[in-house]
Structures are given as structure tokens and as C-alpha cells.
């Protein structure tokens, strides 16, 4: 499987700003990568113009050691010529074939003979379950049935890379588990290349070996999961994953929420640049009132608003002045609306960002 090389993509519409600014990008052979980002952060836009759905105003899209886009040298492969299967979020299966039909739509235009194509479909029906759907119709079915042929379909003629663009926004949160599941096994068995579209954060989290996190047409970060989550690259990286998002504090001498904390970052970091720190929910203890605590620890003051059940874990909201602060944890602590608390992270669990919001390095010696 190719590797896919994107260097300085853009996309203009006609528009003050591009939908994508100055993409470089490569996607390894193997890789499951999420193109993450709020809605309009250039993410679908990225993956149409790797299908050829979409030509790129400038730069260079490259699969494997072919040029498929590159408006300088006026060069464009269609999209039928680069050997990808697309998957998107309606689906788009024929209406007036069975399941079987629209599988075998694609192996036809691969020329096969009738007697490959059936063995193919019932290798990707049986894969997939979906083997006692094989003459039903699309309207006859549910959309995680809608879903699998979909996926079937695109599978069928073993494609070398695998697109798929916000596959599972319209299922149910059950559903969605089971086809996460789905996807994660063919990623696994069948160790293709796959690039797939999402706004939703667990998705990314839970399938992707990297993610490129996008906004506003730019990129901002790529990485393992772990690496994104434990160490984001700036502000918005670090705020657009986790639920409930990460906390954060201004950060300057005259009005630092913590002065322990300041006097301790100021010794490791430029204490001109400070601008912000962040602390996840879950790096946060609840204690009561007064308690004794490490004293070169985040320490902040405050009244609960609200503790939270949510499933296996509880979100508790702190009010520390006008400023609302959670904090999760797997067991409910021991406080109520009204009490004052006192909140602790340990420095180490502190994300610092300049006032360019992008992360600082702190030394730890």
C-alpha cells in the first residue's frame, strides 16, 4: 500500500480564507489516520481532494511515487484512476439494486467475471455479517445494515487505501461502538492504508494509530493519540479533546491563580512569555476545606455548583471565583452543592501555553 504525501495543499473557493492553508501531510502505508476538527476545519475538503473529488488550488498530492494533483505542473488523476475506496456519510447505495447487486457494482467495473465476483461477494457478506441481507433493498434496511453493505461494497475490490468521510454520524451510539469494533478488525486483518473523517473525539481516540488535529484550514497537531491528549501542541488542541475539556488559567504575576505554582513555572520557563496553564479534569483532586496538601502543588479555593453522575465516572463543577473549574473522577467525592473545597493537581499534571497559546517547554530540574 502507497504512501499518500500531501505538501502545501491549499484550497481556495473564491473566499478571503482558505478552506485548507498550506496542508503538509503524509500518511504512512498501514496507517488508520483521523482527520479531526471542528465542523469547517478543512477536514473533508482534505479528503475529496485525496479521492480527486476536489483539485487542490496549489501544491502537491502524491500516492505512492504518482503525482495525482499538483495545479503547477497541471497534472490531475481522476478519481477512478487512483485506486481508493470511498465510504461517506449518506451512504450512497443504488436504491433499485439488492445488497448483492450493489457490492457487485464495483467488481464489474473491475472487469471481473461472474464467477470472481461471486466468490468475492460472499467473502465481504459473510465478513461482515450481513449474508442474510443479500436480496433485500437499501430502504429494507436499518442504517447499521445501510452502513455495513456500504463498507462491503468499498471492500470488495480490495482497495489499497480506504477513505472514509464521517461513516458513522448518523447511527445511534450503539451502533457506533459496534462499527468502530468493525472498522478497527478490517484495519487490523486487513493492514490497509485508511484515512477517515471525524468531528467526534472518542472516534479518533478509539480507531486511530495517528491524528491530525485541523482548524480553520490549518493543521495543528499530528500524533499517536496518547501523544495529542498527554501533550497537546497549543491551546486549541488541548481544549478540543476531553469531555469535560481541559480547565484553564491566565497565568501572569498579578493575577496568577496560584502563586506557588507561578513561582515554580517561572524558575523553568521564560516567566515573560507565560500566558496560560491547563489542567485536565481528571488530574484534579476534590478535598474539603483547609486540608493540608503538598504545599508546591495547584491549589485553588472554591464552592461546589454541582457533582455530576455520568455512568462510570462523576464530573464535579467547582466555582473558583466566577470561573467554572471540573474535575472527574471514577468515584463521587466526599462533598455536596454549597461546600467549599479546596482544589489540587500536581505540577507535574500542568499543561503551560505562551501568549501565543502554544505549549512551553518546562524543565523539570
Request: hydrophobic share 40%; aromatic share 6%.
Amino acid at each position: 500500500m502507497p504512501t499518500i504525501d500531501l505538501k502545501s495543499i491549499v484550497k481556495n473557493y473564491g473566499a478571503a480564507s482558505n478552506a485548507v492553508d498550506d496542508l503538509d501531510l503524509t500518511i504512512e502505508d498501514g496507517d488508520f489516520m483521523c482527520l479531526l476538527g471542528p465542523s469547517g476545519c478543512g477536514k473533508t475538503t482534505t479528503i475529496r481532494m485525496i479521492a480527486g473529488l476536489e483539485n487542490a488550488t496549489s501544491g502537491s498530492i502524491r500516492i505512492g511515487d504518482r503525482a495525482v494533483d499538483e495545479p503547477g505542473a497541471a497534472r490531475f488523476v481522476p478519481p477512478e484512476r487512483r485506486d481508493l475506496g470511498l465510504v461517506f456519510q449518506s451512504y450512497a447505495l443504488w436504491p433499485h439494486l439488492t445488497v448483492a447487486d450493489n457490492i457487485d457494482y464495483g467488481l464489474k467495473l473491475r472487469r471481473l467475471d461472474k464467477a470472481a465476483r461471486a466468490k468475492r461477494i460472499d467473502e465481504v457478506l459473510r465478513s461482515l455479517s450481513i449474508t442474510d441481507y443479500r436480496d433485500r433493498y437499501p430502504a429494507q434496511l436499518s442504517g447499521g445494515q445501510q452502513q455495513r453493505v456500504a463498507l462491503a461494497r468499498m471492500l470488495a475490490v480490495q482497495p489499497d487505501t480506504m477513505l472514509l468521510d464521517e461513516p458513522l454520524s448518523n447511527l445511534d451510539s450503539r451502533l457506533r461502538l459496534e462499527m468502530r469494533t468493525e472498522l478497527k478488525r478490517i484495519h487490523n486483518e486487513s493492514k490497509s492504508t485508511i484515512v477517515f473523517v471525524t468531528h467526534d473525539q472518542w472516534e479518533a481516540m478509539t480507531l486511530a494509530t495517528r491524528v491530525a488535529v485541523l482548524n480553520k484550514g490549518k493543521l495543528q497537531q499530528v500524533g499517536t493519540p496518547l501523544d495529542i491528549y498527554d501533550r497537546p501542541a497549543n491551546r486549541f488542541v488541548a481544549n478540543f479533546l476531553g469531555v469535560p475539556p481541559m480547565n484553564f488559567f491566565d497565568f501572569t504575576p498579578a493575577g496568577a491563580d496560584s502563586a506557588s505554582a507561578y513561582e515554580y513555572l517561572a524558575a523553568r520557563v521564560d516567566a515573560g512569555r507565560l500566558g496560560s496553564l491547563g489542567v485536565r479534569p481528571e488530574a484534579i483532586r476534590v478535598e474539603p476545606a483547609g486540608d493540608t496538601g503538598v504545599t508546591d502543588e495547584l491549589t485553588l479555593d472554591g464552592t461546589v455548583a454541582s457533582v455530576m453522575p455520568t455512568g462510570g465516572s462523576w464530573t464535579t463543577d467547582v466555582l473558583v471565583g466566577e470561573r467554572h473549574v471540573y474535575t472527574t473522577s471514577s468515584v463521587a467525592a466526599p462533598v455536596r452543592a454549597g461546600d467549599r473545597v479546596t482544589l489540587r493537581a500536581a505540577q507535574s499534571a500542568l499543561h503551560v501555553f505562551d501568549q501565543d497559546e502554544q505549549r512551553m517547554k518546562v524543565e523539570t530540574a
